[in-house]
């Protein structure tokens, strides 16, 4: 009986993580998309670039974990992923708490995901994220993103829709 109960809980679980996964590689894109969008359009609202003089970002690490850090620095900080996989891992930090790091080719990160399942998982408020002036949309969604050219790096905040809203952050390297 406790055998399968700890088996459906670890099925949900994962159920979640891949959930979760698909919706860090959903905002991922969504920041890529928005970075090739910036460069062939003017800004907008939920597009900024800092001027220079305001380069320093209210959000630049997870846990300490840095954009160019290498590998091998993100695994002492953040421990030993629960997935390693060739130029990324990923970290169930909790039941509502995921982390994805992406490397390139010579293993120093380029992106950071977290996911965060629900608005009372913990995740930081979006104005410790990307500042003020984030739209909330009638159906509780919300996003934004912030380039911080002269630091090499953008950092966005989405949240979806509904009461158990995933929550996304992502700081990723300006290619």
């Keep these: 009986m406790i055998h399968n109960a700890t088996d459906s809980l670890f099925l949900r679980l994962i159920?979640?993580?891949l959930c979760v996964a698909l919706f860090g590689l959903f905002g991922a894109y969504l920041g890529t998309q928005a970075n090739a969008q910036a460069k062939s359009q003017p800004k907008t609202s939920n597009v900024l670039s800092?001027?220079?003089a305001t380069q320093q970002p209210p959000y630049s690490d997870y846990k300490g974990v840095r954009i160019g850090m290498s590998m091998e620095e993100a695994r002492v900080k953040l421990g030993q992923p629960t997935r390693?996989?060739?130029n990324q891992d990923l970290y169930v930090v909790s039941e509502t708490e995921t982390a994805q790091v992406f490397y390139d080719a010579k293993?120093?990160?380029?992106?950071?995901?977290i996911d965060y399942l629900g608005d009372k998982s913990g995740a930081p408020d979006n104005k410790a994220i990307v500042g003020d002036n984030i739209q909330t949309k009638p159906d509780g969604s919300m996003y934004k993103l912030v380039r911080y050219e002269q630091l090499g790096f953008w950092v966005?905040?989405?949240?979806?829709?509904?009461?158990l809203g995933i929550i996304t952050v992502t700081i990723q390297k300006i290619w």
């Design 156 to 163: 966005s905040f989405n949240r979806t829709a509904g009461e």
């Design 84 to 86: 390693e996989f060739e």
């Design 50 to 52: 800092e001027p220079a």
């Design 15 to 17: 159920g979640i993580l």
């Design 107 to 113: 293993h120093k990160i380029t992106a950071i995901t």
